[in-house]
C-alpha cells in the first residue's frame, strides 16, 4: 500500500532530477539538451498528478513535492535559459548607430540586461504559491501554469539549433533579438499572475460536448507540431489561452 501510495511521488522526483540535470546542461552550453530535458520533465508532471487521480493517493505532501520541483524545473530552469539566450544577445548587439551618449548609456546597463530574465523565476514562485492557496484552481487555473511558460521558453534553443531558417524567416534573427527576448520575458511572466481563466487538461469523461476546447487543442495542437515542427510550440501555448477565452 505505501508503494502505491509514493508512486506519483517517486515520478514527481524524476520531474526534480530532470530539472538538476537541466540546469547542469544549460551552464555547460547546451541548451538543446536542457529543453529536452525540460519536455521530458512536462511528461512526468502530467504522469504524476494522472497516476494520483487513478489510484486515488492524493496527499499534501504530494501536493507540495510537486511545486517545489515545479519551482526547481519550470521556475529555475526557464529562467536560466532566457539569461544564457540574453547574454548571447547582448554580446552581439550593436549600439554603434546611436548617438554617443546614448550609446555610452546602454553599453553602461547591458551587461545587466540578462538578469531581467530572473523575473520568470520570480513570477514563476509567486504563480506556483497563488495555485496552493487558491481552491478555484481544481478543475481550471488562473493565470498560465508554469509548465507551459518553461516549454515555450525552451523551445526557443530548438527552433534556433534546428529551424534556423523556416522558408523565409530567419529564425535567428528574430530570437536572438535582445528586445524580442526581453518582451518575451515580461509577457510572459505577467501572463503566470494574469487573472485569466485557462482549461486544464483533464479529462472527467471523453465525450465532445464537455471536452471540445480540449479535444479542439490537441487535434490543432498535434497538427502544428507535424507540420512545423520546434516552430509551432509558440503558436501552441498562446492557442491555449486563445482557446480558453473564446470557447466557454
Request: hydrophobic fraction near 55%.
Amino acid at each position: 500500500m505505501s508503494i502505491k501510495k509514493n508512486i506519483p511521488n517517486i515520478i514527481t522526483c524524476g520531474n526534480l532530477f530532470c530539472g538538476c540535470i537541466a540546469i547542469v546542461a544549460a551552464f555547460k552550453g547546451n541548451l538543446v539538451w536542457s529543453s529536452y530535458l525540460v519536455g521530458i520533465a512536462a511528461v512526468l508532471d502530467f504522469l504524476d498528478g494522472f497516476l494520483a487521480r487513478l489510484l486515488k493517493v492524493h496527499s499534501e505532501i504530494g501536493k507540495q513535492l510537486d511545486s517545489l520541483a515545479d519551482m526547481v524545473t519550470f521556475g529555475l530552469v526557464p529562467g536560466i535559459v532566457m539569461y544564457l539566450l540574453l547574454t548571447k544577445a547582448t554580446a552581439t548587439c550593436s549600439f554603434s548607430e546611436m548617438d554617443n551618449s546614448i550609446c555610452c548609456l546602454v553599453n553602461g546597463i547591458q551587461c545587466y540586461m540578462p538578469f531581467i530574465a530572473f523575473l520568470i523565476t520570480i513570477f514563476s514562485a509567486i504563480r506556483l504559491a497563488k495555485f496552493n492557496t487558491d481552491s478555484r484552481q481544481a478543475d481550471l487555473f488562473i493565470g498560465l501554469p508554469t509548465p507551459a511558460n518553461a516549454i515555450l521558453i525552451c523551445s526557443l534553443p530548438l527552433i534556433t539549433f534546428f529551424q534556423p531558417q523556416i522558408g523565409s524567416i530567419n529564425t535567428l534573427l528574430i530570437i536572438d533579438n535582445i528586445w524580442v527576448l526581453l518582451s518575451i520575458t515580461i509577457v510572459m511572466s505577467f501572463l503566470m499572475v494574469a487573472k485569466i481563466p485557462l482549461f486544464a487538461l483533464k479529462f472527467k469523461s471523453f465525450d465532445w460536448s464537455s471536452n471540445k476546447k480540449r479535444y479542439s487543442f490537441l487535434i490543432i495542437s498535434l497538427l502544428s507540431l507535424l507540420l512545423f515542427h520546434f516552430f509551432a510550440i509558440p503558436f501552441i501555448i498562446f492557442l491555449y489561452i486563445i482557446l480558453s477565452l473564446i470557447i466557454k
